[in-house]
């Protein structure tokens, strides 16, 4: 389980914008569409998330996202681009022996054919898991109610 504490800026109807210290695994997380950057030296963000604690403004919180999100969102990220790279590589290679192209460039071809194909899975994936609100965090508690 992965939990954030942040303070309340702002709240519209049963969402939550959270303002919490930036990590330095910010700028590869696939949940940054919901997190906008604040302040001069960019440590501070806010993130939107399902007020289910029922926040007010200026109210110190913890925000929640499922580990196996995380993980899912990491695989995605991290994995298929792997996997798309590699499998596209050793069909290229497979297939400039059986076509006898010259086995360097059908390789590389067939390389990063892999790899958009991948991406494309990637965004499919997201897109799924948008849909199904499993990327959206969510506001667990209130640890101390606060004046905005």
């Known amino acids: 389980m992965e939990t ?3 303070t309340v800026r702002n709240t519209e109807g049963h969402w939550a914008w959270v303002e919490t210290e ?3 695994s910010c700028e590869s997380c696939s949940h940054k569409g919901h997190c906008s950057m604040t ?19 200026g109210d110190l919180v913890e925000i929640f996202l499922s580990t196996r999100t995380r993980l899912k969102g990491l695989f995605v990220i991290y994995i298929f681009p792997v996997i798309g790279l590699l499998s596209g590589a050793i069909a290229g290679n497979a297939f400039s022996r059986r076509f006898q192209w010259e086995a360097d ?4 071809l067939f ?7 991948a991406f494309l899975m990637a965004k499919i994936s997201e897109a799924r898991m948008n849909a199904k609100r499993e990327l959206t965090p969510i ?4 640890i101390r109610h606060g004046s905005p």
């Open 4 to 6: 954030e504490r942040g």
């Open 22 to 24: 930036r990590k330095g």
């Open 39 to 57: 302040g001069n030296g960019m440590n501070k963000m806010v993130v939107k998330a399902e007020n289910d604690a029922r926040a007010q403004v």
């Open 105 to 108: 460039k059908g390789t590389v």
């Open 111 to 117: 390389a990063l054919s892999g790899l958009v194909v």
């Open 139 to 142: 506001v667990s508690r209130v």
